[in-house]
């Protein structure tokens, strides 16, 4: 619960619009896909957190974008694309393999169970780590 919290603080935060004047459109592609993340992400968040009352079809549609978007990170960082206003480290392109296997770990929380808001804690549990295992690696 604790952990939850403190990561749905984190991804509310890092929701504002961070691509403003982004100029290079497959740079904003993927910052645009990473929004829609952190919107989810946001969703089931607060739900864990219980500042939203848990709503298991909410939850299922939440859960269903993220699994969506993390099938298509690896499409979107394929091309080497930058802007000076880019937060991904070139080590993405260095080390492409390891970068899809955190897009895969992404895409894998994300089938977990949300049917219940126990499970969902879970579930929110492990797309937090993969999210910022990623971020941690990869994200400036
Ligand atoms: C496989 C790696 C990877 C995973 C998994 C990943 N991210 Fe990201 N994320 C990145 C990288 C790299 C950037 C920086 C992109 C850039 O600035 O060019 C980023 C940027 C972002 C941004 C800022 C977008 C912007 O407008 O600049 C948000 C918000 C975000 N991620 C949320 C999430 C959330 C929430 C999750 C988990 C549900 C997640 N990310 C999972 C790699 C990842």
Not at 16 to 26: D, E, L, S, W, Y
Not at 51 to 65: G, H, I, L, S
Not at 69 to 75: C, D, H, L, P, Y
Not at 92 to 120: M, P, Y
Request: net charge neutral.
């Amino acid at each position: 619960m604790r952990r939850a919290a403190v990561l749905a603080a984190v991804f509310a935060a890092g929701a504002a619009m961070a691509h403003q004047g982004v100029t290079n459109p497959g740079v904003m592609a993927r910052m645009e896909g990473m929004s829609d993340l952190g919107a989810a992400t946001k969703v089931l968040g607060q739900m864990a957190k219980g500042q939203t009352a848990f709503d298991a079809a909410k939850a299922q549609a939440a859960r269903e974008v993220i699994r969506a978007e993390a099938a298509r990170v690896v499409e979107l960082f394929e091309a080497p694309e930058q802007d000076p206003k880019s937060e991904a480290l070139p080590a993405i392109w260095d080390q492409f393999t390891e970068f899809t296997l955190k897009a895969r770990a992404l895409e894998e929380a994300a089938g977990g169970d949300v049917a219940s808001l126990e499970a969902l804690r879970g579930t929110f549990g492990q797309i937090g780590a993969a999210c910022s295992g990623c971020h941690k690696a990869y994200r400036k």
